[in-house]
């Protein structure tokens, strides 16, 4: 598949993820949760294992949240009028959604268990963490906060427009990123700059606003910095 259709399906794929978050209160509320979930667990120090099951878990749910979505549309667009068909099919896709739910929850339980019996026992204390990991979070959690307040502020579309700028976002959390990793100022300097670059192409092709970008560019740069300082 060539690389411009590929982002174009990406941007379809996208901008479906934006208009369920937008309308489905429900979705972001996952999103709330899997995103409390990782930063628990990363601040519990758990191996990279059990990481990726709770990880995998919280995707589930996400996945089933959307599917039902993507059934309730299709079912209001094809039913006239009451349907019983209608109604089974939408409560199956809700039941979809809270037997993964369950199901994530009995993970979340079982892997967190041991290490949240600790934390009665001898009180809570951060985890230290790879930079490469902690790269890695910031990037999830940069994505995910983007995602939910272009929902909340319901303007533009996934990869165009919007509070705030999601590619300053991420521009700026590789920039700071790259500078705790490398500890080096010639690296630091250029991924600054390339962050600026990426950051003026948005304002300069009225993509964004300039106060987008800038929010976007200190969102990036804010989370990027405290997991590094909480983390490292």
């Known amino acids: 598949m060539?690389?411009?259709?590929?982002?174009?399906?990406?941007?379809?794929?996208?901008?479906?993820?934006m208009h369920a978050a937008r309308t489905q209160r429900h979705l972001r509320?996952?999103?709330?949760a899997a995103a409390g979930v990782l930063l628990l667990a990363f601040s519990l120090?758990?191996?990279?294992?059990?990481?990726?099951?709770?990880?995998l878990a919280a995707m589930a749910v996400l996945l089933a949240e959307l599917l039902n979505t993507a059934v309730e549309a299709t079912v209001d667009l094809?039913?006239?009028?009451?349907?019983?068909?209608a109604k089974v099919a939408k409560d199956v896709a809700a039941a979809a959604v809270l037997v993964t739910a369950f199901g994530a929850a009995?993970?979340?339980?079982?892997?967190?268990?041991?290490?949240?019996?600790?934390?009665?026992g001898r009180g809570l204390r951060l985890a230290k963490q790879a930079g490469q990991d902690i790269a890695v979070l910031a990037l999830v959690?940069?994505?995910?906060?983007?995602?939910?307040?272009?929902?909340?502020?319901?303007?533009?579309?996934?990869?165009?427009?919007?509070?705030?700028?999601?590619h300053a976002a991420l521009a700026f959390s590789v920039w700071l990123a790259i500078t705790y990793i490398t500890e080096n100022f010639f690296a630091s300097a250029l991924s600054f700059l390339l962050a600026v670059v990426v950051a003026?192409?948005?304002?300069?092709?009225?993509?964004?606003?300039?106060?987008?970008?800038?929010?976007?560019?200190?969102l990036g740069a804010t989370m990027t910095f405290l997991l590094f300082k909480l983390f490292q």
């Open 2 to 17: 060539p690389l411009r259709q590929w982002i174009k399906s990406a941007s379809y794929a996208i901008e479906g993820l």
């Open 29 to 32: 509320y996952h999103f709330y």
């Open 45 to 55: 120090g758990l191996s990279r294992t059990e990481f990726l099951i709770l990880a």
């Open 78 to 85: 094809v039913a006239r009028g009451h349907d019983p068909r």
């Open 106 to 120: 009995v993970v979340g339980v079982v892997v967190l268990g041991p290490y949240l019996g600790e934390v009665f």
């Open 141 to 166: 959690l940069v994505l995910i906060v983007v995602l939910l307040l272009k929902a909340h502020f319901r303007r533009g579309h996934a990869l165009m427009g919007g509070m705030p700028s999601g």
């Open 200 to 218: 003026q192409s948005r304002v300069s092709t009225r993509v964004h606003r300039p106060l987008e970008v800038l929010a976007g560019a200190a």
